[in-house]
């Protein structure tokens, strides 16, 4: 009775999606995403292009299938005397961290391990003979190479349930409970995503902004369309004369950087004996579509410096700037060095682009073709939708963020896990329609940052080497958003003394290594003058176990400009709106 009215109930629920689905295919087709025949992101180009340049070369191609067989006849020999009772090593082998074949039966079961060990030959065949075709442009090769990773990895036989030992366990085990469970999940995920799937990551219950992530003690002081400001609540008796600006980035929400007491580096910055200030920004809607990314600057950190001034009577600062907040803090920085404004006196970048010639993956997302499609989409609503940001993200790295949770929800029937940093990654945000356009074009496609003088803002053409502060740069050695090779290019813009740190992990995890947690990710320093090749930084790099954060505030006592009483937000010229972390951060963008 139980398993019928489960079934009906899916039943039921999967006719309203469907219905939903027609009637968005019923739309006249301006009102539609690009869906059907048509291909926005231009992947069926690059990969006409790819197949003519290889069929040019048919002796390469066939060499290439021949080893393939080779490799399957030495894989088939090699499972052959595992049956028989011998050994059988292993032809072919996941990369050390590959946790698709972490279930012991990949190993122990012959059958298992021969369907794992053709897909890994296979794969690692398709990769190599795409990466090989001779002949195309550097960004068609990008995107071939990146969507052939995709199709390989959707297609690992974790996937399905038939060839993944622990879900046919679990099945068998169930009775098929899992499967049931799977699908309701399954159907879950389309209601909320209105017919497009939407994964969850985590259990979006066991969170909430302000109850138990983004909890450090602080008030909102100063807000405009576009931002918040919270100041911080003193934990220390006296603090540094300066006080601290952190702007972080507006493509997702700040309390990454405040999560939970035990990792937000705000909270350790404040017990540092730091008064912090941190832009909130807006969840902009439709309202705010002709924002650009010069508005960003004049009420974003331009006004958050207004704001400082009267919060505490305190004209200098120093500053930090995160991914996209940093590449804005780069403009305003140079913007400021322009206008004579000298109220900045030593800035830090974390896993900040600034030269965009190697922008790593997220290059594959733009060209003409892509562009215009999302400048399109945009003008229909005003803003880019938070998901399309999330998934293209997601994409990066899609065994952990798109294929796990298709076995764990899914095949598996669990509950996602309720983990801190999934929730905040999927808490998304939209992009206004005309700041986005700009960056993207600009930025990533153009490359026009980097170059003196090619960007204006606000009246004033811009420099980035007219930065001349005290700079520290983060880099992460995994990132794949801002690869550490592309942003060590700051190092040889920025005219003032540099100090570049790399540390361990990625684009989040690399910067969220809190000093109390066991020892996770080192880091990596030099002393003296960058050299121009980020490979020979590295080769003589002395490395350091451990969280980077001490060395950063090592680095900002230097430029505290000696300490003072502790500030408590409110007792200057400016009036507390609200507790931290304020209503901004707090609006979702599927609200």
């Known amino acids: 009775m139980e398993l019928s009215r489960t079934m009906a109930s899916i039943a039921e629920r999967s006719q309203r999606i469907v219905q939903e689905f027609l009637e968005q295919q019923n739309r006249p087709a301006g009102d539609q995403d690009a869906l059907g025949i048509s291909d926005p992101m231009n992947i069926g180009n690059a990969f ?36 028989m009772g011998g050994s059988g090593e292993a032809v072919a082998a996941p990369e050390r961290g ?84 799977g699908l309701q999940n399954l159907v879950s995920d389309l209601e909320r995503g209105h017919g497009k799937l ?30 918040q400001l919270i100041q911080y609540s003193p934990t220390t008796e006296t603090v540094m004369r300066r006080p601290l600006l952190l702007v972080p980035p507006w493509i997702n929400k700040f309390y990454i950087l405040d999560l939970r007491a035990k990792n937000s580096f705000i909270r350790w910055a404040v017990e540092q004996g730091i008064t912090v200030f941190v832009v909130s920004w807006v969840n902009p809607d439709a309202q705010l579509a002709e924002k650009t990314f010069e508005d960003y600057m004049l009420e974003g950190p331009l006004a958050a410096l207004d ?53 790593g ?24 939708d938070g998901r399309a940001m999330a998934t293209t993200f997601n994409m990066l790295r899609a065994n952990d963020l798109i294929w796990s949770f298709v076995i764990n929800n899914y095949l598996m029937g669990k509950e996602p896990f309720p983990f801190d940093l999934l929730y905040w990654n999927s808490d998304s945000t939209r992009m206004p329609a005309a700041m986005h356009s700009f ?41 794949h958003i801002a690869p550490w090779k592309s942003t060590y290019a700051a190092t040889q813009v920025y005219k003032g003394p540099v100090k570049f740190c790399l540390a361990g992990s990625g684009h989040i995890a690399g910067v969220i290594n809190p000093p109390a947690n066991p020892p996770k990710y080192g880091y990596w320093t030099r002393k003296g003058k960058a050299p121009k090749d980020p490979e020979k930084w590295l080769e003589t790099a002395q490395q350091t176990d451990g969280s980077w954060w001490p060395e950063w505030a090592s680095w900002l006592g230097k430029y505290a400009g000696g300490k003072v009483p502790a500030r408590v937000p409110g007792d200057h010229a400016l009036v507390p709106i609200e507790d931290a972390p304020g209503r901004y951060v707090k609006a979702r963008a599927s609200e």
């Not at 197949?51 to 048919?58: L, V």
């Not at 001779?134 to 052939?148: C, I, P």
């Open 48 to 83: 006409l292009e790819m197949t003519s340049k290889m069929m040019a070369d048919p002796a390469k191609l066939l060499q290439a299938q021949f080893g393939l067989w080779q490799d399957y006849m030495t894989l088939w020999q090699a499972t052959t005397s595992r049956i």
């Open 98 to 181: 590959d946790k698709r074949f972490k279930d012991g039966a990949w190993e122990e079961s012959f059958l298992f391990d021969y369907i794992k060990q053709t897909y890994l030959l296979t794969a690692r065949w398709m990769q190599k003979t795409v990466g090989e075709v001779e002949g195309l442009d550097d960004k068609t090769h990008r995107k071939v190479d990146f969507y052939t990773k995709q199709f390989v990895d959707a297609m690992a036989p974790s996937n399905f349930a038939l060839s993944n030992p622990e879900v046919l366990r679990t099945t068998i085990e169930t009775g098929g409970e899992n499967l049931v469970k």
């Open 198 to 227: 939407d994964i969850q990551m985590t259990d979006q219950e066991a969170f909430e902004v302000g109850v138990n992530v983004g909890t450090t003690p602080g008030k909102v002081i100063y807000e405009n369309e576009l931002m």
């Open 307 to 359: 704001a400082i001034e009267k919060a505490t009577g305190e004209r200098e600062v120093n500053a930090i700037g995160y991914c996209i907040g940093g590449t804005l803090m780069a403009s305003t920085v140079a913007w400021m060095a322009a206008k004579g404004d000298d109220r900045i006196k030593s800035i830090t970048f974390f896993t900040t682009m600034i030269d965009f010639a190697e922008a």
């Open 361 to 384: 993956d997220l290059s594959v997302f733009i060209d003409e073709e892509q562009l215009t499609a999302l400048e399109d989409r945009m003008s229909k609503t005003g803003y880019l």
């Open 439 to 479: 960056y993207l074009r600009r930025m990533y496609q153009q490359n026009d940052l980097v170059k003196p003088g090619c960007i204006t803002l606000a009246g004033t053409p811009i420099d980035l080497s007219n930065n001349r502060l005290p700079t520290f740069v983060l880099s992460t050695k995994e990132d």
